[in-house]
């Protein structure tokens, strides 16, 4: 039977690899495409939700992390190093198990979720929490590899960007051209960077590392419109913010990496970046798990928040294809779900283990 490659065999011919590259790969990409049933009949366009949770690590961070960590390898490295909020140091830590090589890890003190946290310390990180935030980390992370014999996986490293737009491409082939919008959630700003180079590479002659040209395979790119945190927008207020807050901890971020490439994909695709609250974020969150059978993190819903908002500002067309990023798996940061609008814990309902009770329960009356 078929199976799924991952990003670097399925997209070869699009990135910087050559036959002789060993791949380090978990089987990442591939991911899920699926109608959103309850903001398509909202908005009167047909919205999609690619649903990076499905990675091997659940998220997003593993299409980047084979290409990186692959790049890692070729290059001889015996030690990567990242900072994180906590989704690319789960991603690090299992492909360079892969990789058999040495990984390092730099989060801010008790700003990760559990989950994350978990998933780096089982797969033998070293983990170092950092008394500081994400900003910290990565000036941190990028001074020791300058000075130390440590490979840097974080997004600053161009090998991230190559595996993250394949994204881009599975869209256009599911769909069989690029969407007219495309929303995401925005933090260090390398996955919005990374979705506008594809689609930019899709829609246009493509030459590859082999000196070959490929044909276009969309006729247009879409509208990209990122949204970041409220606490921790950055792109939107113009500045960096030197004390970024938000529950969505993945986003929390003041001085993105990918800062001038994110302004352009804005400006380039005639996009927007703009910013969605706490709650904002929260209501999507619950929108997707209530309404369409998605779990993901909080931050992951920053897109569906976005659209949300813009949709009741009357700022999203009726008629359109739109695709949203969900970045991130719910059971990443669960703990959201057990709480409900109003902020109160959710307390399950507890029985005794007769038919009787169970089914007054549930509120069932006994067929006639
Ligand atoms: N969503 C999730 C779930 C994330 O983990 C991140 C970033 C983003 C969105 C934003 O993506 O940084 O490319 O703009 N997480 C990084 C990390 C910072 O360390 O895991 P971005």
């Not at 008394?131 to 974080?154: H, I, Q, S, T, W």
């Not at 051209?177 to 594809?198: E, S």
């Not at 309902?349 to 006994?366: I, P, Y």
Request: charged share 20%; with cysteine.
């Amino acid at each position: 039977a078929h199976q799924w490659r991952g990003v670097i065999r399925e997209y070869a011919e699009r990135l910087p690899v050559t036959d002789s590259t060993e791949i380090i790969t978990l089987g990442e990409g591939g991911t899920p495409l699926v109608r959103a049933k309850a903001l398509s009949e909202l908005t009167g366009s047909e919205v999609y939700l690619k649903v990076e949770g499905m990675n091997p690590t659940g998220s997003f961070k593993d299409r980047g992390m084979t290409m990186a960590m692959t790049a890692a390898v070729e290059s001889g490295a015996k030690a990567v190093v990242c900072a994180s909020t906590g989704n690319t140091s789960a991603s690090a830590a299992a492909y360079a198990t892969q990789a058999g090589i040495t990984c390092a890890v730099l989060v801010p003190d008790g700003k990760i979720s559990m989950g994350k946290l978990s998933q780096a310390i089982a797969h033998g990180a070293q983990l170092l929490q950092v008394r500081g935030n994400f900003d910290n980390c990565l000036e941190v992370a990028r001074k020791l590899a300058e000075a130390y014999p440590v490979f840097l996986v974080n997004s600053v490293n161009p090998a991230r960007i190559e595996g993250q737009k394949t994204a881009s491409f599975e869209v256009v082939d599911y769909l069989g051209d690029a969407p007219d919008y495309h929303l995401l959630p925005v933090g260090n700003a390398g996955n919005i960077t990374a979705y506008w180079k594809g689609y930019k590479e899709y829609s246009a002659p493509y030459t590859n590392v082999t000196g070959e040209e490929l044909a276009p395979v969309a006729t247009k790119t879409p509208h990209m419109w990122g949204f970041q945190a409220e606490g921790a927008s950055p792109l939107v207020k113009g500045h960096p913010v030197t004390d970024p807050d938000t529950i969505a901890t993945a986003i929390r971020i003041g001085n993105p990496a990918s800062w001038d490439a994110a302004i352009a994909a804005r400006d380039e695709s005639g996009g927007l970046i703009e910013a969605v609250t706490d709650t904002e974020i929260l209501d999507a969150h619950r929108w997707l798990s209530s309404r369409e059978g998605v779990f993901v993190e909080p931050a992951s819903a920053a897109g569906v928040a976005g659209l949300l908002k813009k949709h009741a500002a009357g700022e999203v067309p009726a008629g359109k294809t739109i695709v949203i990023t969900v970045t991130g798996h719910g059971l990443k940061d669960p703990q959201w779900a057990l709480r409900t609008a109003d902020g109160s814990d959710v307390e399950p309902t507890k029985v005794d283990f007769d038919v009787v009770s169970v089914a007054a329960a549930l509120g069932l009356e006994a067929a006639p």
